[in-house]
């Protein structure tokens, strides 16, 4: 995209959008109306704004947003980075839809009476007036405020929505709700092997020979990595695939290995075994770089073979063979190891097996290989608006200190700290806290009652809390199980910053708009609320009253965050994202780890200590309970409960569906489109049946997503908290096995 005049399209991406009924995508987010005349554009009649998309996704894009007449009239991905290349997802494309949705939450509202649907438009300061003087109540009544929780997620991962966590440390020591539903058994994996959760630049990808996608749907999930993959595969590299859904990314492969559940792990060390057998691997670095390799080796000659492998994961031993002997002897060769495969009970030593298959043949520290999972190399914000000090007197939870997933929470030098509880178990932890009982609920960038877990659960859990207070932007099914909703701003119409957990890109989200409605950001929300607080009794919040969140802004970056970007000042990215200055494209070239003995550690006393084995041995995973494995991935049209409920999305996704093998319908009677009742000892869910293919015979498949309008559909419906083998370690709480659930299915 250039500012040059163009002969490209042009109709407002939003107003026009309400008037027509049909619309085309033409390039860089232009929208036509079907059989309407090309209008031309000139980039110079709008005003142009950067933003970063803030949803958890990989791709974390950097947005070039037109503005005239103080409305977003398109978006387009920012052409300077070479990871978004100018181009967005269909979410992304439809971030109008949202910011003008007539859906969205405009004001502050109260609902007496919760799932009763009587919602009531109250004021800004009546809303924190009800919420302050419940605080005040508490902490009269408990002597502390542990009866006020905090759960709060991804919604918006700008940096300066941390601010709700300041939000609570400057109320008093409260209850937090810790760890992560995504990816922390592989985090800990990760960080016992290598010392941390490190992956090489997505854009180096490029230069792999040889890619093993494995339990990651790029398609999807993460469409500009996409050609990364794709230009490796036009220069020669063979990609492989195992996923328990043919995909699209499958469909994109060279081999497609569809194990049966929970078995990653043995396939991984199966290939390890025929590869030492071999004698492929690579001798300098099991030598010089690792320790406990001889011990791995010990254990894959004594209990695993290429047969035990294929037995276990149903891949023939032959395609075993093949497949490892290739992935050896390509160099470099890459793992791309997907969140999905560790949300098991033994997610965690699959990880641990994938990254050791990858270090033994010489591929951690090289350009294009690499155990590739995530990182947090980016992310050294000083986190600002999270550090508040809790006001004089707080007393809180004595035993331990707070612990987040990106570990950043203060030590408050005293011997008072938030009391935690597992994230993964939402509805167990509200019901289980005692002394005091939690009685309110504050929920922000998160919607428990869609992503949480057992829902019935979690709607009883609910109902036992005094006060549910819900910040968000729609009324979802956590603002129906509230008491009060207040309306957030979108991107468009807030300041923050972005980093990605994948690739290295820093992206600055300008205020492109006022406001909508009553809307306000996180943080403003945080300075109404102490606002109130000290109005009522002084002193009882530290939190600032006044916010300009450009000061804010400012005070997230220091001297750390601009050298690595190369830039003076955080107003430089006005111009466009910026990518960190990297000595090398690969994570851990310098073969220096983190981990105890600055090797990496084949075996791991500290894995040991934290009370799993400390080889990457297989690990059994959870025994089925029921007919058919249950799968809820993300949808295409969604991130979790985000996205798919506009109208622009229903157009893409109408309905939802649980999809099934044919012969496993025909088994049960079931034809395709029929109305099923798909049940389990969590709940139940009705739903439209489709037949496919691309899901095992044993397998039912139903994305995660929220439809909104009248839809009764929820996945969580039919997914328990068991947790996940790992996580603990680094992000507080174990993981969740949310791909080790089990279901049948019958005719509705
Ligand atoms: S959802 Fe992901 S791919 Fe889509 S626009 Fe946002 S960051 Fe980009």
């Given at each position: 995209m250039t500012t040059k005049k163009s002969t490209l399209s042009r109709r407002r991406f939003l107003q026009g959008m309400s008037a027509a009924g049909a619309a085309a995508m033409l390039p860089c987010g232009l929208l036509v109306p079907a059989g309407a005349n090309a209008a031309p554009f000139n980039a110079a009649d709008y005003q142009v704004f950067r933003n970063a998309c803030p949803r958890n996704c990989y791709d974390t894009c950097s947005i070039k947003t037109y503005v005239k007449d103080g409305v977003v009239q398109f978006i387009e991905g920012a052409p300077e980075s070479t990871f978004t290349n100018g181009g967005l997802c269909v979410k992304g494309y439809t971030y109008g839809h949202r910011i003008y949705s007539p859906d969205r939450i405009k004001y502050p509202m109260v609902q007496d009476g919760r799932r009763s649907g009587k919602w009531r438009r109250v004021t800004w300061d009546e809303a924190m007036d009800r919420i302050a003087r419940k605080i005040l109540e508490l902490k009269e009544k408990d002597g502390s405020l542990l009866g006020l929780g905090l759960t709060k997620y991804s919604g918006n991962f700008g940096i300066t929505n941390y601010g709700v966590e300041g939000m609570m440390s400057s109320l008093g020591y409260t209850t937090r709700f810790v760890g992560t539903p995504c990816w922390p058994a592989g985090i800990d994996a990760q960080n016992y092997d290598l010392g941390n959760m490190w992956c090489n630049?997505?854009?180096?990808?490029?230069?792999?020979?040889y890619i093993i996608l494995w339990g990651a749907n790029p398609a999807w999930c993460s469409v500009h990595s996409m050609k990364y993959v794709m230009e490796a595969k036009r220069r020669g590299a063979k990609v492989v695939v195992v996923d328990p859904v043919f995909t699209q990314t499958a469909a994109k492969g060279d081999v497609f290995w569809q194990p049966n559940v929970s078995s990653d792990g043995a396939l991984a060390l199966g290939m390890a075994r025929h590869i030492l057998d071999l004698g492929l691997v690579d001798e300098d670095f099991v030598k010089n770089h690792s320790v406990g390799y001889e011990e791995f080796a010990a254990y894959l000659r004594q209990n695993v073979t290429v047969e035990w492998a294929s037995e276990l994961s149903g891949i023939p031993a032959q395609e075993i063979r093949e497949v490892a002997e290739e992935f050896a002897t390509a160099k470099p060769a890459t793992v791309w190891i997907g969140y999905g495969m560790q949300r098991h009970t033994n997610g965690g030593a699959s990880v641990r097996a994938l990254d050791a298959l990858v270090a033994m043949t010489g591929n951690v520290g090289k350009e294009g290989g690499g155990a590739r999972y995530g990182h947090l190399q980016t992310w050294g914000f000083n986190y600002h608006a999270m550090i508040q000090k809790q006001p004089e007197g707080s007393v809180g939870f004595v035993g331990g200190a707070a612990k987040g997933e990106f570990d950043f929470t203060s030590g408050s030098g005293n011997s008072y700290s938030d009391r935690t509880v597992n994230i993964n178990k939402t509805a167990q932890s509200i019901l289980d806290?005692?002394?005091?009982?939690?009685k309110m609920l504050w929920v922000s960038c998160k919607n428990p009652l869609a992503q949480d877990f057992d829902r019935n659960k979690l709607e009883k859990a609910f109902d036992s809390l005094d006060l549910v207070v819900t910040v968000d932007q729609f009324f979802n099914e956590t603002v129906a199980n509230s008491d009060i909703v207040l309306p957030v701003t979108t991107l468009f119409e807030e300041w923050t910053v972005n980093v990605s957990y994948w690739h290295y890109w820093l992206g600055l989200n300008e205020q492109a708009v006022k406001p909508m409605y009553e809307t306000k950001s996180n943080i403003e929300i945080a300075a109404a609320l102490s606002k109130k607080m000290n109005e009522l009794s002084p002193g009882s919040c530290t939190f600032p009253q006044e916010i300009d969140t450009r000061e804010w802004l400012e005070k997230e970056f220091n001297q750390g965050v601009y050298d690595l970007f190369g830039i003076k000042h955080w107003t430089d990215l006005k111009n466009g994202p910026v990518k960190a200055r990297l000595t090398?494209?690969?994570?851990w070239n310098e073969l220096k780890f983190a981990t105890p003995s600055g090797k990496y550690e084949f075996k791991s006393e500290l894995c040991e200590q934290n009370g799993?084995?400390?080889?990457p041995e297989y690990k059994e995973g959870r025994k089925g309970y029921d007919k058919f494995r249950l799968l809820t991935p993300h949808t295409k049209f969604g991130l979790h409960s985000q996205f798919v409920n506009l109208d622009w999305m229903h157009e893409y996704n109408k309905e939802p569906y649980v999809y099934m093998h044919p012969q496993a319908a025909a088994e049960k009677g079931i034809r395709d489109l029929d109305m099923v009742r798909v049940f389990n000892k969590v709940g139940e869910q009705k739903v439209r049946v489709k037949l496919t293919n691309?899901?095992?015979?044993d397998c039912l498949l139903m994305y995660e997503a929220w439809f909104g309008k009248g839809f009764d559909f929820n996945v969580q419906n039919l997914v328990d908290d068991e947790s996940a083998d790992m996580g603990a370690f680094k992000a507080g709480a174990p993981g969740v096995a949310i791909h080790g659930q089990f279901a049948d299915i019958e005719r509705a």
């Amino acid at each position: 995209m250039t500012t040059k005049k163009s002969t490209l399209s042009r109709r407002r991406f939003l107003q026009g959008m309400s008037a027509a009924g049909a619309a085309a995508m033409l390039p860089c987010g232009l929208l036509v109306p079907a059989g309407a005349n090309a209008a031309p554009f000139n980039a110079a009649d709008y005003q142009v704004f950067r933003n970063a998309c803030p949803r958890n996704c990989y791709d974390t894009c950097s947005i070039k947003t037109y503005v005239k007449d103080g409305v977003v009239q398109f978006i387009e991905g920012a052409p300077e980075s070479t990871f978004t290349n100018g181009g967005l997802c269909v979410k992304g494309y439809t971030y109008g839809h949202r910011i003008y949705s007539p859906d969205r939450i405009k004001y502050p509202m109260v609902q007496d009476g919760r799932r009763s649907g009587k919602w009531r438009r109250v004021t800004w300061d009546e809303a924190m007036d009800r919420i302050a003087r419940k605080i005040l109540e508490l902490k009269e009544k408990d002597g502390s405020l542990l009866g006020l929780g905090l759960t709060k997620y991804s919604g918006n991962f700008g940096i300066t929505n941390y601010g709700v966590e300041g939000m609570m440390s400057s109320l008093g020591y409260t209850t937090r709700f810790v760890g992560t539903p995504c990816w922390p058994a592989g985090i800990d994996a990760q960080n016992y092997d290598l010392g941390n959760m490190w992956c090489n630049d997505p854009e180096d990808m490029v230069k792999a020979k040889y890619i093993i996608l494995w339990g990651a749907n790029p398609a999807w999930c993460s469409v500009h990595s996409m050609k990364y993959v794709m230009e490796a595969k036009r220069r020669g590299a063979k990609v492989v695939v195992v996923d328990p859904v043919f995909t699209q990314t499958a469909a994109k492969g060279d081999v497609f290995w569809q194990p049966n559940v929970s078995s990653d792990g043995a396939l991984a060390l199966g290939m390890a075994r025929h590869i030492l057998d071999l004698g492929l691997v690579d001798e300098d670095f099991v030598k010089n770089h690792s320790v406990g390799y001889e011990e791995f080796a010990a254990y894959l000659r004594q209990n695993v073979t290429v047969e035990w492998a294929s037995e276990l994961s149903g891949i023939p031993a032959q395609e075993i063979r093949e497949v490892a002997e290739e992935f050896a002897t390509a160099k470099p060769a890459t793992v791309w190891i997907g969140y999905g495969m560790q949300r098991h009970t033994n997610g965690g030593a699959s990880v641990r097996a994938l990254d050791a298959l990858v270090a033994m043949t010489g591929n951690v520290g090289k350009e294009g290989g690499g155990a590739r999972y995530g990182h947090l190399q980016t992310w050294g914000f000083n986190y600002h608006a999270m550090i508040q000090k809790q006001p004089e007197g707080s007393v809180g939870f004595v035993g331990g200190a707070a612990k987040g997933e990106f570990d950043f929470t203060s030590g408050s030098g005293n011997s008072y700290s938030d009391r935690t509880v597992n994230i993964n178990k939402t509805a167990q932890s509200i019901l289980d806290a005692k002394d005091p009982a939690l009685k309110m609920l504050w929920v922000s960038c998160k919607n428990p009652l869609a992503q949480d877990f057992d829902r019935n659960k979690l709607e009883k859990a609910f109902d036992s809390l005094d006060l549910v207070v819900t910040v968000d932007q729609f009324f979802n099914e956590t603002v129906a199980n509230s008491d009060i909703v207040l309306p957030v701003t979108t991107l468009f119409e807030e300041w923050t910053v972005n980093v990605s957990y994948w690739h290295y890109w820093l992206g600055l989200n300008e205020q492109a708009v006022k406001p909508m409605y009553e809307t306000k950001s996180n943080i403003e929300i945080a300075a109404a609320l102490s606002k109130k607080m000290n109005e009522l009794s002084p002193g009882s919040c530290t939190f600032p009253q006044e916010i300009d969140t450009r000061e804010w802004l400012e005070k997230e970056f220091n001297q750390g965050v601009y050298d690595l970007f190369g830039i003076k000042h955080w107003t430089d990215l006005k111009n466009g994202p910026v990518k960190a200055r990297l000595t090398s494209s690969a994570a851990w070239n310098e073969l220096k780890f983190a981990t105890p003995s600055g090797k990496y550690e084949f075996k791991s006393e500290l894995c040991e200590q934290n009370g799993h084995k400390a080889l990457p041995e297989y690990k059994e995973g959870r025994k089925g309970y029921d007919k058919f494995r249950l799968l809820t991935p993300h949808t295409k049209f969604g991130l979790h409960s985000q996205f798919v409920n506009l109208d622009w999305m229903h157009e893409y996704n109408k309905e939802p569906y649980v999809y099934m093998h044919p012969q496993a319908a025909a088994e049960k009677g079931i034809r395709d489109l029929d109305m099923v009742r798909v049940f389990n000892k969590v709940g139940e869910q009705k739903v439209r049946v489709k037949l496919t293919n691309n899901v095992a015979r044993d397998c039912l498949l139903m994305y995660e997503a929220w439809f909104g309008k009248g839809f009764d559909f929820n996945v969580q419906n039919l997914v328990d908290d068991e947790s996940a083998d790992m996580g603990a370690f680094k992000a507080g709480a174990p993981g969740v096995a949310i791909h080790g659930q089990f279901a049948d299915i019958e005719r509705a």
